[in-house]
């Protein structure tokens, strides 16, 4: 269980993850998660790590919120195949996101990710990152931390505009994935 986590405890840590932006992004978040002891790390996560292992396309012009079909580990029960776009918190604290989405290649227009925290029903874009085009598959990769409240979601909504609906990587359990680590009270 804590295998999974001791990961980020090493502060030389950089996430094997296509297209990671590196140590400077999770540095901050890194930091606050090696404070943590192991007992402290056993009591208070909560793991959860959603993939779609399947193809999927974005379409042009709109965003489309990823959907996941299978989880690798979901301790209390946040994934649900009748909500698929959604991870819906079971218990409240403060939680780290990880969410990562591979477009494959295409020479035009932009691509982007947007981790949302929806609290009370009312969405708070958290994390976003655009890329320019550039003719190879793009990684988008997102952290981001929040205090939420049992029935809050954690969603990835991503967009492009390539003149025609653009798939969407499937890379293991990396493309597309949502991970939520729950890091405090």
């Keep these: 269980m804590i295998t999974t986590i001791k990961k980020f405890t090493d502060p030389n840590y950089i ?8 140590r400077s992004l999770y540095q901050g978040i890194i930091d606050e998660v090696v404070a943590l002891t192991n007992a ?8 959860c790590k959603v993939i779609y292992n399947g193809n999927q396309s974005c379409p042009n012009g709109s965003d489309y919120d990823i959907v996941f079909n299978t989880a690798f580990k979901d301790v209390d029960g946040c994934f649900s195949t009748g909500s698929p776009t959604v991870l819906t918190i079971k218990k409240a604290g403060e939680y780290l996101a990880i969410g990562n989405v591979t477009f494959l290649a295409n020479a ?3 691509r982007n990710l947007v981790l949302q925290f929806v609290r009370s029903s009312a969405p708070m874009r958290f994390a976003e990152q655009t890329a320019k085009p550039t003719g190879l598959n793009i990684s988008l990769n997102l952290v981001g931390r929040a205090i939420l409240q049992v029935g809050d979601t954690v969603k990835l909504t991503a967009f492009q505009n390539t003149g025609g609906s653009l798939g969407i990587l499937v890379a293991g359990e990396y493309s597309p994935s949502l991970t939520l680590i729950r890091i405090g009270d």
Excluded: R, Y
């Excluded at 993850?17 to 590196?22: K, R």
């Excluded at 402290?40 to 793991?47: G, I, P, Q, R, S």
């Design 40 to 47: 402290e790390l056993a009591d208070k996560t909560t793991k």
């Design 108 to 110: 035009t227009g932009d």
């Design 15 to 22: 996430p094997d993850l296509p297209g990671a932006l590196g």
